[in-house]
């Protein structure tokens, strides 16, 4: 297939008019090229970017074993990416190869310009875009994984670099014919995986999504003693739209996501019911435009560093996070949304992350080609896995406790469920046990109006059932009902005057992406209220 590199090179590496470039060098200034001068190497964060005015700059991208020349700038075009937006750590190296002239503009200075100017703003935020997307293409990247397939924490990583949008290798100790050399090599042996290679040649023992995140250099640092207008925690489509909105209307935000962008709708293969997108939308790859825009508009995104409490005695609100750092914030929005609820099986956890699963992207879906699968759950997020997973997958298996989908799933699924031959729905039918040895091999049902119970070897199952809110760290802050949802009034406040709840962890939402969109940014004339009171 052809690359973005290919289809759509000319959006993603345009030159600019001399007229574009005298509106941008008015937030700018002219800086010197000299010829073999390394202006950024990988892992630098990104600072700003250069319009070059003469000479030429090369965009070169670490793979295993080297680099490749991504493409040469010269008059008129433009450095930068996605992880300029948010000053994370370049993915690319960027070096003068022709002696010049170049307009030089600060991180500060560019989301200014983006603020201030509509045509540039789209021409400079596609370009990123598409660029991001054309470094993500290939699987290829300096960071190695060696994994296995059957390892729940090589799952775990692999997630949290696709769904954060990191290439990477990705090394099969299972598969591969060259890995005992690389054992050898980097003094690791099978036990270790999974291991990241991770810039420099650090390496990494099973590191958590915090680890990673600080060897990537995935956020930029946080002032702790900046007190902010809002701080969202959870960035899931509530999360997200509220970032959104906020700063757009000139709040100062801070968002805290404890894994990836998306929330519980970043792991739906497809969203064909939200407004705008006829032909469907992944979750994740709407997540990643929403976390973009709330970007372009300011809000800064913290990843792989969650809330583990909220210290609300006094204003300003206090968030402590998982690393030991706590921020301060007039206003709170809580968007930590919820869970799929686990089923009551004594052996389940032996199998999470090496069998079971609580999303269904492509990087689950690889796991699982041409066999057989089952899917718990008959709401919709498990009727798009299931629709998903037959076009890769040999069968998949249904198994609800109810009749049938009729009363929790949107008709479209229910059509197209109906129309595969490769899905089947069992009704009335409930998991009643998992086997395996180190990894799930065989999945049991029963059958409440036969009384029969089915035994299949079936390696990879799908929990989609039920919803647990993400409260446990509220610390009595709010006002929970009985199932620990947040109880909210009309404009979306919490029983504490400043802290707002969205999405899926309030009480009464309706479980839908466009209402959780809704209720993030309706709850931001709520803030603008509370902050002018």
């Known amino acids: 297939m052809a690359s973005t590199l290919d289809t759509r090179r000319d959006q993603m590496f345009p030159a600019l008019s001399d007229a574009q470039m005298a509106r941008v060098e008015a937030y700018g200034k002219r800086v010197a090229l000299r010829a073999g001068d390394e202006l950024v190497k990988p892992g630098d964060r990104m600072g700003g970017m250069l319009v070059v005015l003469s000479g030429a700059v090369e965009i070169l991208r670490p793979v295993p074993g080297g680099e490749e020349l991504v493409t040469v700038h010269t008059r008129g075009h433009f450095t930068g990416e996605v992880a300029t937006l948010r000053g994370a750590g370049a993915l690319v190296r960027i070096a003068v190869r022709e002696s010049g002239e170049a307009i030089e503009l600060d991180r500060a200075a560019l989301m200014r310009l983006i603020g201030a100017d509509a045509q540039l703003s789209e021409l400079l935020m596609r370009a990123f875009i598409l660029r991001r997307v054309g470094l ?93 207008d809002v701080v969202v925690i959870g960035a899931g489509p509530s999360g997200l739209a509220a970032a959104v909105y906020a700063a757009s209307e000139g709040l100062n935000v801070l968002v805290l996501e404890g894994h990836a962008p998306g929330g519980q709708a970043g792991s739906s293969s497809k969203i064909e019911n939200y407004l705008g997108f006829p032909t469907g939308i992944s979750g994740e790859a709407l997540a990643g435009r929403a976390m973009v825009q709330a970007q372009k508009f300011g809000a800064h995104i913290e990843i792989a560093d969650s809330a583990v409490r909220l210290r609300c005695e006094s204003l300003p609100y206090v968030v402590e996070l998982s690393d030991g750092r706590s921020v301060r914030a007039r206003t709170i929005v809580i968007a930590t949304g919820a869970e799929y609820r686990a089923l009551a099986l004594p052996n389940l956890a032996n199998y999470v992350g090496a069998g079971i699963y609580y999303a269904a992207t492509h990087v689950e879906a690889l796991l699982c080609k041409d066999q ?37 799933m949107s008709r479209y699924l229910i059509h197209r469920i109906e129309e595969s031959p490769s899905i089947t729905v069992h009704g009335h039918s409930e998991i009643a046990g998992l086997e395996g040895d180190g990894r799930l091999q065989r999945v049991q049902w029963h059958c409440g109006t036969t009384n029969k119970t089915t035994v299949e070897s079936i390696e990879h199952l799908f929990m989609m059932t039920g919803a647990v809110p993400n409260t446990h760290w509220l610390d009595g802050c709010v006002d929970l009902d009985e199932k620990g949802f947040v109880k909210t009034g009309i404009d979306y406040q919490a029983s504490k005057p400043g802290i707002f709840a969205v999405g899926d962890v309030r009480a009464g939402s309706m479980k839908r992406v466009a209402a959780a969109v809704g209720e993030g940014s309706g709850c931001v004339s709520a803030i603008h209220r509370y902050l002018s009171s």
């Open 136 to 228: 993500l293409e290939g699987n290829k990247g300096e960071l190695v994984l060696i994994g296995s397939l059957h390892s729940a924490g090589t799952l775990r990583i692999r997630q949290f670099l696709s769904r954060n949008g990191f290439p990477f290798t990705f090394t099969d100790v299972d598969h591969d014919p060259d890995i005992a050399q690389m054992l050898e090599r980097f003094q690791i042996t099978v036990a270790d995986i999974p291991v990241v290679i991770c810039r420099g040649g650090e390496i990494f023992r099973n590191p958590s999504n915090s680890a990673l995140a600080e060897c990537l250099k995935l956020n930029a640092p946080i002032d702790e003693c900046e007190i902010r």
């Open 372 to 408: 057989e699968v089952v899917i718990v759950g008959g709401g919709n997020s498990a009727g798009q896995a299931a629709v998903f997973l037959a076009n890769g997958c040999r069968h998949v298996h249904i198994v609800v406790r109810r009749a049938g989908l009729a009363d929790t």
